[in-house]
């Protein structure tokens, strides 16, 4: 039986109502959290006439300040508002299935009334990646623009891991398609490099090389963007965060504080000499505060000045904290979890990326391999390259893939033949999942050949050292981002070597162990 929680929304939701025909009016409501067992007050105000709209399909601009209940970020902040006979329903898809039902009411009065409880719809929204995910979504009665109603949301608790990596997966998943590109551009250049084709003096040299990096420095920009639309809160205002961390005059401070020893301070409030280019921590923790201070500061601002003293309360706050106490603390922990990786690769560094290359499928069954994407990204911000997460993961992806060609070659069923060999194909390209749901996890023998590849890949990269300079999504496409900036080409060569004994291990072990069913 699923535990359920209660608690407030009240806090600022805005509706832009773009209508069909050209007219347009606006709603707004106050929400924000507060105590669990409390209702939700929301506020809707109409920038135009209050009369009832015409029937009708409205698309609505939803922004609330409550880092619970907001519009998923692949709706871009928006839902729908329809009018039928007068009525007007709203719908919005969430942010995840956490949020289980609403009550038009008092949250206290909620369990006593569970048959007017709004039931979720199950809405598919598909993100700028490409990746689509089903989540909960809501039509929500509005009796009237401009007037006052209690909303209550009932949702479950779940495991507080659950919870951690369904947040890593929202804030990292968006910023692979740039960390991705910025790789393969500093790949690119390498290669241009290595075989003499560009001067490591020349213009365009420089020029490549800064457009590479221009992704790996401004990182806490791009991460508190998509931290904010996951935790909740202004995505603008956490990027000026982003911004604050790694603006040049902080820089400078921090480079001349170090020369000379005397301490930054603000309101006699130290500030640790920290450069946060291309950090990972320090910003989400920043975030993860903004999502808990915006609400407090829009439900303590009086209304007519709301729209200027909320943003600078939240920004003076989280301003001062993150720079006084949450980016130390992230720029610490990064720097630690840096340190315990390079001792665990100093004295076996073959381990962890063969666990990876065996363990990895049941990894992405599970949904907690999304929980490795940070710890890669952390080494490479920090050391500047990664030997234990991508190996691994690459040995896994090719593995699986090549187990699957394999009954493609082997088996004489003509469907099981074409489910294979294309998810196969993607596999060792880098997507797993067609291979992983379709193929591996129904047949047993390719299981065991993804292990088995994975881990002898896994173990030979490993023991080699391998290291990746700029990540991707693990696969022979992104074989590139193993080649660095100064760095001798066996580091390539070994990659591609681990690749190969995975794919040859794995399709060994499943064209040798595979059997086509006998069919009555």
């Not at 979720?120 to 509005?142: A, M, N, R």
């Not at 401009?146 to 890593?168: E, P």
């Not at 980016?327 to 979890?337: I, R, T």
Request: hydrophobic share 45%.
């Amino acid at each position: 039986m699923k535990r359920v929680f209660s608690c407030v929304v009240a806090a600022s939701l805005a509706l832009s109502l773009l209508v069909g025909c050209g007219a347009s009016s606006t709603a707004s409501s106050a929400a924000s959290s507060a105590a669990s067992s409390e209702a939700a007050s929301s506020v809707a105000s109409s920038a135009a006439e209050t009369a009832a709209l015409p029937d009708g399909v409205y698309t609505a601009e939803f922004d609330t300040d409550s880092s619970m209940f907001h519009a998923n970020e692949a709706c871009d902040g928006k839902g729908t508002l329809t009018v039928e006979n007068g009525q007007m329903t709203f719908h919005v898809s969430l942010a995840s299935t956490h949020i289980v039902n609403l009550y038009l009411g008092k949250a206290s009065d909620a369990a006593d009334h569970e048959a007017d409880w709004l039931q979720p719809t199950t809405d598919t929204v598909t993100y700028s990646d490409g990746t689509s995910e089903e989540v909960y979504g809501f039509d929500i009665p509005v009796t009237a623009v401009d007037t006052d109603f209690d909303l209550a949301i009932l949702g479950t608790k779940g495991k507080w891991y659950d919870r951690v990596i369904d947040t890593l997966t929202g804030i990292f998943t968006p910023i692979l398609p740039p960390l991705t590109a910025a790789g393969m551009i500093k790949a690119v250049l390498a290669i241009l490099v290595a075989f003499k084709l560009v001067s490591n003096t020349s213009s365009t040299y420089q020029v490549i090389n800064f457009m590479g990096d221009a992704t790996f420095y401004f990182l806490p920009i791009l991460l508190a963007n998509s931290a904010a639309k996951k935790l909740g809160c202004n995505p603008y205002l956490a990027m000026m965060l982003g911004g604050i961390l790694i603006h040049p005059s902080f820089v400078n401070l921090v480079a001349a504080s170090k020369e000379s020893g005397e301490a930054i301070t603000i309101f006699m409030l130290p500030i640790y000499n920290a450069s946060y280019s291309s950090s990972v921590i320090p910003i989400i923790l920043g975030v993860l505060l903004m999502s808990k201070v915006e609400p407090w500061a829009t439900r303590i601002s009086p209304k007519a000045i709301r729209f200027f003293t909320a943003p600078l309360l939240t920004m003076f706050i989280c301003g001062i904290t993150t720079l006084c106490v949450l980016g130390p603390v992230g720029y610490v922990v990064s720097n630690a979890l840096a340190a315990v990786i390079n001792g665990l690769s100093t004295l076996a560094p073959w381990l962890v990326p063969t666990i990876v290359g065996v363990f990895l499928p049941f990894l992405v069954m599970t949904g907690t391999h999304h929980a490795l994407t940070p710890i890669g990204i952390n080494n490479r911000m920090t050391i500047g390259f990664d030997t234990i997460i991508y190996p691994g993961q690459l040995a896994s992806n090719v593995a699986q893939g090549a187990a699957a060609l394999a009954v493609s070659i082997k088996t004489k069923d003509p469907e099981l033949k074409q489910l294979t060999s294309a998810p196969g194909i993607t596999a060792v390209c880098g997507i797993t999942e067609p291979v992983l749901f379709g193929v591996t996890m129904k047949i047993r023998t390719n299981m065991i050949a993804a292990m088995a590849g994975g881990g002898v890949g896994g173990f030979f990269m490993g023991l080699m050292n391998t290291k990746n300079y700029s990540g991707g999504s693990p696969g022979l496409l992104t074989l590139p981002s193993y080649i660095g900036l100064d760095t001798p080409m066996s580091n390539f060569y070994y990659a591609c070597a681990g690749a190969a004994i995975a794919f040859v291990v794995a399709f060994i072990v499943s064209f040798v162990l595979f059997r086509d069913e006998k069919k009555n």
